[in-house]
């Protein structure tokens, strides 16, 4: 019994640090209307900002993560500036096709400049778990945990009550008549991507934080992936929830589903989560129901 | 567009895929070197050929999901995976014949693809393309996962070689013919499709699927469609790679080499299954160039890399995906038509 709690509870911290990146996938649709493919890449930049700052530069770590952040933020604005200032007005199929070719661009520049070395990354939460009673609590995960729920609320308040944050929310709903209002699309769009950027940056940091660093880390993108549309792209709040239920889910397959089969069914089961979702709920739990015209 | 004093006087005449004379000439022009080249051309370029002719029955069958559907696909190497795998298997377990494979083979990938596009029925927009995403995860670990008495696991599948009448298809340039043979035929079909009418419903629903609708388009249906007929071709594309390389392991289909393909209709053009052959060429060029000068890069410039093939592959066909977007979203057929129409009208401005 007090395994299967302690599953449920590492289950729903890992789901939050889905929602950490998924809230990347979010912020960026939720201010341009954009999917971005790209977002495990951007992770995994933000991964090696962190390493080069900490273990290249030598800086400790107060110095070298507000520092990682800033040009974690730099490097999304420089992406929004090259790649996709120029397709405003285009189409957002464009758009998206431009963050399909960024994802592997940008794989590739990461291959080319640090190579596919495994480098140790710094430790920034503390390794000891915590212990409650028999359970023990990985602490990176949980102050993870924290830092989403935080972020999640912030920034959900952020985009429904604040003008600016519905000012994006109307370029998210059409890029001309937005443009028409007076609402800058290119102000909204480069704010999106560096959001998304340190948000990435972020994730990297809690869930690489005391391990290794490979370009292979980039993979957490697409495993965030089911936690966004479970969610419903729309929504931020919705990420917390979404998050803990795929966790809870995926940690259960893994430890009792997979001993049985002998498969590793619990790195598929998002996906099939995502599947049944998108066919019974496509607006996933708490995205917003559009009305089309002609 | 045709050029001026060509009226097509019938419905008939208004479909013809050959429509003037120096078309048909050039067609023919086309495919008498194409069947020469063997003869004309050395092994080395013969073999690019080779993965050209496959690309391109996988990049038409792309072209026609995204480019006439609108339906973005990241599967497409999950597709030609699964074609890739039925081959094998029913070639090295029950010994059919390669005529009956490659159906086959095309018959299951685009089962596949159905399924995937059946969610079309719920799913609108570019959700659809993540539903494809899914695919290439699922279809991993269906083969990594399942006995590997099935599908051999990680270790692969060894393919016979494909058999006709005793002889056995071998060698660069019997491979040739079978791929060439089997790429006119699928592209040959890929024209019908196209201006049949369920092409024509494909465009419609591309341009504005709630109007396809109103004017009385099965839109679910047309979209599940439109993955069925593009998950064929990369299963019959698949079919032709096991005979080829004669081995199918699951890293030869990854997301990666699906964006591949996107690159490739992209750079060609949407829309246009002309613009998807030139596509196929471009890339698999700049493929080949990168993949024979990467080495001597990595010898000379020291701190990049043992992996810089893969790495530089990825960051131009990255940047070429991005910069065709930016510079000339409609493709290089819609430079061409620039051009062809601009000397047709010389000395004319317009």
């Not at chain 1, 979404?242 to 259960?252: E, N, T």
């Not at chain 1, 589903?257 to 019974?280: C, E, K, R, T």
């Not at chain 2, 393919?159 to 006119?184: C, D, H, K, S, W």
Request: with cysteine; glycine share 12%.
């Amino acid at each position: 019994m007090v395994y299967f709690v302690n599953d449920i509870i590492t289950g729903a911290l890992i789901g939050l640090l889905y929602s950490l990146v998924a809230m990347g996938f979010v912020v960026i649709y939720r201010a341009s209307k954009v999917f971005n493919f790209a977002q495990g890449e951007l992770v995994i930049i933000g991964g090696f900002i962190v390493w080069f700052t900490t273990m290249q530069l030598g800086l400790s770590l107060w110095f070298s993560i507000p520092l990682s952040l800033v040009l974690a933020g730099l490097v999304g604005y420089a992406i929004e500036r090259i790649f996709l200032t120029k397709l405003i007005g285009e189409s957002v199929f464009s758009m998206v096709m431009v963050t399909v070719g960024l994802l592997i661009l940008l794989r590739g520049l990461v291959l080319l400049l640090f190579g596919p070395a495994v480098r140790p990354f710094p430790i920034i939460f503390p390794l000891k778990p915590l212990f409650l009673g028999d359970m023990l609590i990985p602490m990176n995960l949980l102050i993870g945990g924290i830092i989403t729920i935080v972020a999640a609320l912030g920034l959900s308040w952020f985009f429904n009550r604040t003008r600016s944050g519905l000012r994006m929310t109307a370029v998210a709903e059409d890029h001309i008549v937005a443009s028409s209002m007076g609402i800058s699309v290119k102000g909204s769009i480069a704010f999106a991507w560096v959001l998304g950027a340190i948000l990435s940056t972020i994730g990297a940091m809690i869930f690489l934080s005391g391990k290794s660093l490979t370009f292979l880390a980039s993979d957490i993108g697409f495993a965030a992936l089911p936690v966004a549309l479970f969610a419903g792209l729309e929504s931020i709040g919705g990420l917390i929830l979404a998050g803990v239920i795929i966790g809870i889910v995926q940690s259960l397959t893994t430890n009792y589903l997979d001993p049985l089969i002998g498969g590793s069914l619990g790195s598929v089961v998002p996906y099939i989560i995502m599947l049944a979702i998108l066919l019974i709920r496509p607006t996933g739990l708490f995205g917003w129901r559009t009305i089309e015209r002609v | 567009m045709d050029p001026s004093g060509i009226f097509p006087t019938s419905y008939r005449a208004d479909r013809r895929v050959v429509r003037t004379r120096w078309q048909a000439i050039a067609l023919a022009l086309f495919i008498g070197l194409m069947l020469a080249a063997p003869y004309l051309a050395s092994g080395r370029i013969i073999a690019v050929m080779n993965m050209m002719m496959i690309s391109a029955v996988i990049a038409v069958g792309l072209q026609i999901c995204t480019g006439y559907a609108g339906q973005i696909n990241l599967g497409q190497a999950a597709f030609m995976g699964v074609g890739a795998y039925t081959a094998s298997i029913l070639a090295s377990k029950t010994g059919l014949t390669f005529l009956l494979t490659i159906p086959l083979a095309g018959l299951s990938a685009a089962l596949f693809g159905f399924l995937f596009g059946l969610t079309a029925a719920r799913i609108k927009g570019f959700y659809l393309a993540l539903t494809t995403i899914a695919a290439q995860f699922i279809f991993h670990f269906a083969v990594l996962n399942l006995p590997s008495s099935w599908m051999g696991g990680s270790n692969g599948i060894t393919v016979p070689p494909a058999e006709i009448f005793g002889f056995r298809i071998i060698g660069e340039t019997a491979q040739f013919y079978m791929n060439f043979a089997v790429a006119l035929i699928m592209i040959a079909g890929a024209f019908g499709i196209v201006r049949s009418r369920f092409g024509r419903a494909f465009v419609a629903v591309r341009d504005d699927d709630v109007a396809a609708g109103i004017m009385g388009i099965n839109v679910a249906a047309t979209k599940a469609n439109a993955f069925l007929i593009g998950a064929f071709y990369a299963g019959v594309g698949g079919a032709l790679w096991a005979y080829l390389i004669r081995f199918v392991g699951v890293d030869q289909f990854t997301l990666f080499n699906s964006i591949f393909f996107v690159a490739m209709i992209i750079v060609g053009g949407m829309g246009s299954i002309v613009g998807a052959l030139i596509g196929v060429f471009v890339i698999r060029i700049i493929q080949e160039i990168i993949a024979t000068v990467g080495p001597n890069i990595a010898e000379s410039v020291s701190f990049l890399g043992g992996d810089i093939v893969f790495a530089g592959m990825n960051v131009i066909l990255g940047g070429v995906i991005a910069l065709s977007m930016i510079v000339e979203p409609k493709g290089l057929m819609h430079r061409w038509n620039i051009l062809k129409s601009s000397y047709r009208i010389w000395p004319f401005p317009y």
